[in-house]
């Protein structure tokens, strides 16, 4: 039996009929080519202890199908959903596959989603990781070409990807590369490991000579000079007193390497932080509940709102998505709330705007059985039904309506 490469099983149905592309022609005049960036940043601890921490969080996004008709909301629960939050492709499940589409994202301004069709049946969404990438044209349509590491290229339409961006400003299709603005921050972090390295490295050098009135031979020299390591330099020594005759003395080498101080290297890695869109506490999961609210509004929300417009842009055609089908990201923030903000959250569940298992699932606790249905309490009811108690039985209180019923009957 022959075995397809990975290659082979990934990209083998795609076939590459139209040969007559030209390179697309943008706006601002520049060549619509991107190059990625990003493999070195990743080897800086802060980078990538900064990118994982976002990568980690926006991979707990949870994807949805829903359909929006007259006012009302339905999640459809299909395969859509399913391939989205359980195992997009057969090599990830959603959680790999979010994280390794969000670290592209942040280590190069572009993620790109190859979308798997069988016919009409979506089958898979596969993180495409290129050297370069091409906009091209053809018969009006626009297609991307990628070039990977081993040579190979790959030219889809760009309907058929899902692409993501961030800093979105000069190139009329791709989002900006970092090597302009965090390159010079990387140097440095570069730069102060180097001289912590050599700090460290320094304190084995060379540390003193011993200067004879004689001359010796050199394997008396030798001979002397380990005797002297030996018996005095040597952590064994804990008096950290030698005592050496006038025939040699002992001329101590003071070395003195300098490095950043812990002041300096704050403000560099903050560097990193502040480029990212995070602090420290975030990073080190040191975080309060206003920090965590402000971390997701401003780094983890616009990720899935890019996700669900990009998602409902290229799985559906335009009367599906004007009969109201999208795909969008939701997240259980209470899981990051206060224990006090989760208890308050008990008169969202006496009003029924929570299910008591929506309420127990911000505690981590397992769901009850028909907890999955709105409550709420007797002594509440609509608006329009307060006067005269709640005619369909449902809050107010019923013997009030009959009392005034009754009153009402012997007015008459």
Same mark, same amino acid.
């Given at each position: 039996?022959?075995?397809?490469?990975?290659?082979?099983?990934?990209?083998?149905?795609?076939?590459?009929?139209?040969?007559?592309?030209?390179?697309?022609?943008?706006?601002k005049g520049y060549a619509p080519v991107f190059t990625s960036f990003g493999?070195?940043?990743?080897?800086?601890? *802060?980078?990538?202890?900064?990118?994982?921490?976002?990568?980690?969080? !926006?991979? %707990?996004?949870?994807?949805k199908h829903i359909r929006r008709d007259s006012g009302s909301l339905k999640?459809?629960?299909?395969?859509?959903?399913?391939?989205?939050?359980?195992?997009?492709?057969?090599?990830?499940?959603?959680?790999?596959?979010?994280?390794?589409?969000?670290?592209?994202?942040?280590?190069?301004?572009?993620?790109?989603?190859?979308?798997?069709?069988?016919?009409?049946?979506?089958?898979?969404?596969?993180?495409? =990781?290129?050297?370069? *990438?091409?906009?091209?044209?053809?018969?009006?349509?626009?297609?991307?070409?990628?070039?990977?590491?081993?040579?190979?290229?790959? &030219?889809?339409?760009?309907?058929?990807?899902?692409?993501?961006?961030?800093?979105?400003?000069?190139?009329?299709?791709?989002?900006?590369?970092?090597?302009?603005?965090?390159?010079?921050?990387?140097?440095?972090? #570069?730069?102060?490991?180097?001289?912590?390295?050599?700090?460290? %490295?320094?304190?084995?050098?060379?540390?003193?000579?011993?200067?004879?009135?004689? !001359?010796?031979?050199?394997?008396?020299?030798?001979?002397?000079?380990?005797?002297?390591?030996?018996?005095?330099?040597?952590?064994?020594?804990?008096? $950290?007193?030698?005592?050496?005759?006038? %025939?040699?003395?002992?001329?101590?080498?003071?070395?003195?390497?300098?490095?950043?101080?812990?002041?300096?290297?704050?403000?560099?890695?903050?560097?990193?932080?502040?480029?990212?869109?995070? #602090?420290?506490?975030?990073?080190?999961?040191?975080? %309060?509940?206003?920090?965590?609210? !402000?971390?997701?509004?401003?780094?983890?929300? @616009?990720?899935a709102i890019q996700l669900s417009l990009e998602f409902t842009s290229k799985?559906?055609?335009?009367?599906?998505?004007?009969? $109201?089908?999208?795909? =969008?990201?939701?997240?259980?923030?209470?899981?990051? !709330?206060?224990?006090?903000?989760?208890?308050?959250?008990?008169?969202?569940?006496?009003? $029924?705007?929570? &299910?008591?298992?929506?309420?127990?699932?911000?505690? #981590?606790?397992? @769901?009850?059985?028909?907890?999955?249905?709105?409550?709420?309490?007797?002594?509440?009811?609509?608006?329009?039904?307060?006067?005269?108690?709640?005619?369909?039985?449902?809050?107010?209180?019923?013997?009030?309506?009959?009392?005034?019923?009754?009153?009402?009957?012997?007015?008459?």
């Amino acid at each position: 039996m022959q075995k397809r490469s990975v290659w082979g099983r990934l990209f083998g149905s795609i076939s590459d009929t139209v040969r007559n592309y030209t390179m697309m022609q943008l706006m601002k005049g520049y060549a619509p080519v991107f190059t990625s960036f990003g493999k070195d940043a990743y080897a800086s601890d *802060v980078v990538r202890s900064t990118v994982h921490v976002i990568a980690s969080n !926006a991979a %707990k996004l949870k994807p949805k199908h829903i359909r929006r008709d007259s006012g009302s909301l339905k999640i459809l629960n299909d395969d859509i959903e399913r391939l989205l939050s359980l195992k997009p492709n057969p090599h990830m499940n959603a959680y790999d596959f979010y994280y390794k589409i969000v670290t592209q994202l942040m280590l190069r301004s572009n993620a790109f989603i190859l979308i798997q069709r069988a016919g009409p049946k979506l089958v898979g969404f596969y993180p495409v =990781i290129a050297s370069s *990438v091409e906009a091209l044209e053809c018969e009006g349509e626009t297609y991307l070409r990628f070039q990977f590491g081993s040579g190979k290229k790959l &030219t889809v339409p760009y309907d058929d990807v899902i692409h993501l961006r961030r800093f979105f400003y000069d190139s009329d299709l791709f989002g900006e590369s970092n090597d302009t603005a965090l390159l010079p921050t990387l140097e440095l972090i #570069n730069t102060s490991n180097q001289g912590i390295s050599n700090a460290v %490295k320094s304190s084995a050098d060379l540390r003193g000579l011993l200067k004879y009135s004689t !001359a010796l031979r050199p394997e008396d020299l030798k001979k002397n000079r380990d005797e002297f390591v030996k018996d005095y330099m040597d952590v064994s020594n804990n008096g $950290g007193v030698a005592a050496i005759d006038s %025939k040699a003395d002992y001329v101590p080498l003071n070395s003195n390497p300098k490095m950043v101080n812990a002041g300096q290297q704050k403000y560099i890695d903050e560097k990193v932080y502040k480029y990212f869109g995070v #602090n420290e506490n975030i990073v080190m999961s040191k975080y %309060k509940e206003d920090e965590w609210n !402000a971390f997701y509004e401003s780094v983890i929300e @616009p990720i899935a709102i890019q996700l669900s417009l990009e998602f409902t842009s290229k799985l559906f055609t335009s009367n599906e998505r004007a009969h $109201g089908h999208e795909i =969008i990201y939701e997240s259980n923030r209470l899981q990051y !709330a206060s224990v006090t903000t989760k208890l308050n959250l008990a008169q969202m569940v006496d009003r $029924g705007a929570m &299910t008591p298992n929506e309420w127990r699932e911000s505690f #981590n606790y397992a @769901p009850l059985p028909g907890g999955d249905k709105p409550v709420r309490r007797l002594d509440t009811a609509e608006v329009d039904k307060g006067k005269g108690g709640n005619k369909t039985g449902e809050g107010g209180d019923e013997d009030d309506g009959k009392n005034t019923g009754e009153s009402e009957s012997k007015t008459e």
